[in-house]
């Protein structure tokens, strides 16, 4: 038994060693295409494309071993879900400062929630049911490359299989730009109706950073309605004496779920709440901890509705904004 | 596309990583903004089926061009754990529903793997009638999270998106590497599995 443990143990070390190799030890690229492979060296440059993360990871690794082995050994109990954009300049774990265990996430172009995507419904479903998270974060970013896209007119003919998968991913988005009645959008889409050769947006054009903050919104709404969160809210609300347990290894009592809608700005690093969390009825929303998106969007809205609010009210408010949508002149 | 980026993104390869809240590219590579174009799910899985991957493969090779997608497990995955243990018992709810499709290709890796680890893993599960999750440091379970990932590359690389771009029948396509990467939250080490995938030998886009 002993000598086959070894043989095994051995085995395994002379497996490990041909495919598994740190990622800073050199090594040629076995390059293996269609109908032929060849043995490719590595290039100096393209050595040095690995170098920031390579030396980015023995870093971290130093950082806090102790943690590490924490979260290994007794396993992740995220207090977030992050549904967040793909984008290279959102990371959760980077825009938070976060530790490793806070965040479970799910990152997709342009943060989008769509019931009928087994991907973000399965993270959901995971992080509600199994992991207990007790806030769930939808993030989205002015600037953001999938909101650009929705405005920008859709190619022609001749689209290849990237172009094809990137616009059906998207085409929500194009439906929330024709539906929203918010008045940003509407100047938006007026000033582009009929034009077939729309450029994607500035980052600072208000219609854009308006269905930014409008596709986040209609994220947090299709959360709240999924089903995994009605049947969760239903548990909560079905157990009036805090005993019924969650399904899921660690046992323990369902909690609170709530949902919260933030945007980021690219551009210096803030983050803002849009002010539409959602939780189980009857439950005190938490204070958000982020300034709001100063409730301009709202207040215009509003404004838009009952002109009774005077244009110097309206314009106090608007300052004590952060938004960059004001006149240069102002 | 690139308008709307406000620095140039020499580099960022797209990673394909796992939702664990363990596994932050960002955190674990310490990488600045602008790096890393990211898409998570569970257990760094990659569908022909799945517009959500998809969709963002697409959008790194064709609008971002990155030169590299690095497909990224972790030791300890649980995705990977789940398609090892037993499914819970019936009734299932929507949520249980939900994770139990995702991880369903996992399953199909997990029975059909030749590899001896996982071989090993099998034949300590026959017969029960509740396999648990396996433990972090099981060889079998740290072999499935590898063969999960190869499997990935795999995927990706026979999607129309990637074959469509090696092809390069329109002269435009810029050259890309597919790696699987395997990361260990117990210590942060991450680990090439030497699967590196690339355009055809011989073809226009040899770098």
Request: aromatic letters at 6%.
């Amino acid at each position: 038994m002993v000598a086959f443990g070894l043989k095994f143990v051995f085995a395994l070390v002379a497996v490990s060693s041909t495919l598994a190799h740190p990622i800073h030890e050199v090594r040629d690229i076995r390059v293996v295409g269609r109908t032929t492979s060849a043995v490719v060296r590595r290039q100096e440059s393209s050595g040095s494309e690995f170098t920031a993360i390579v030396e980015g990871n023995a870093a971290f690794k130093a950082s806090d071993p102790a943690l590490l082995k924490k979260l290994a050994d007794e396993g992740q109990e995220p207090p977030f879900m992050f549904l967040g954009c793909s984008d290279s300049r959102v990371s959760e774990g980077t825009v938070f400062g976060a530790k490793p265990g806070t965040f479970f996430t799910q990152r997709n172009i342009a943060n989008q929630y769509q019931p009928t995507d087994p991907n973000s419904q399965s993270v959901l479903a995971y992080g509600v049911a199994e992991l207990g998270v007790k806030h769930i974060i939808v993030m989205g970013h002015y600037g953001c490359g999938g909101v650009a896209a929705a405005i920008a007119s859709a190619p022609g003919a001749n689209v290849d299989a990237a172009n094809g998968a990137v616009q059906a991913w998207i085409n929500p988005i194009r439906e929330l730009l024709r539906q929203s009645s918010r008045p940003e959008i509407v100047t938006l889409r007026e000033s582009i109706k009929g034009n077939t050769t729309v450029e994607e947006p500035e980052i600072t054009d208000p219609g854009f950073r308006a269905l930014v903050e409008e596709n986040v919104k209609v994220g947090v709404g299709r959360i709240a309605q999924d089903s995994v969160i009605v049947n969760h809210y239903a548990l909560l609300a079905a157990n009036s004496t805090g005993t019924v347990e969650r399904r899921s290894g660690e046992g323990g009592p369902a909690g609170d779920v709530f949902i919260h809608g933030w945007v980021y700005d690219i551009e210096n690093g803030e983050v803002r709440d849009l002010g539409v969390s959602v939780g189980p009825p009857g439950k005190a929303i938490p204070p958000a901890p982020f300034a709001a998106v100063a409730g301009a969007a709202e207040k215009a809205t509003a404004a838009h509705q009952a002109p009774a609010q005077t244009v110097h009210a309206r314009c106090t408010e608007m300052c004590k904004s952060k938004r960059s949508f004001l006149p240069k002149e102002h | 596309m690139a308008k709307v980026m406000t620095s140039a993104l020499a580099f960022a390869p797209i990673t394909l990583w796992c939702s664990d809240s363990r596994v932050s590219e960002g955190t674990v590579f310490k990488a600045q903004p602008g790096t890393l174009f990211t898409e998570r799910n569970i257990a760094n899985r990659f569908s022909p089926d799945d517009l959500n991957v998809r969709s963002a493969v697409a959008y790194g090779v064709e609008d971002l061009h990155v030169k590299h997608i690095i497909v990224m497990g972790h030791y300890g995955c649980g995705g990977v754990a789940a398609a090892v243990a037993s499914p819970p018992p019936l009734p299932w709810d929507s949520a249980t529903v939900a994770v139990q499709q995702w991880i369903a290709p996992i399953r199909n890796v997990y029975q059909s793997s030749e590899r001896e680890e996982v071989v090993a893993l099998r034949r300590e599960n026959e017969g029960k009638a509740n396999v648990p999750a396996p433990n972090l440091h099981h060889p079998g379970f740290r072999a499935l999270v590898e063969e999960n990932v190869k499997n990935t590359v795999r995927a990706l690389t026979l999607d129309s998106i990637v074959v469509e771009s090696y092809l390069n029948t329109t002269g435009k396509s810029h050259p890309f590497w597919v790696h699987g990467w395997v990361y260990d939250i117990e210590n942060g080490e991450v680990k090439d599995l030497g699967i590196s995938v690339g355009p055809p030998a011989g073809g226009a886009l040899v770098d």
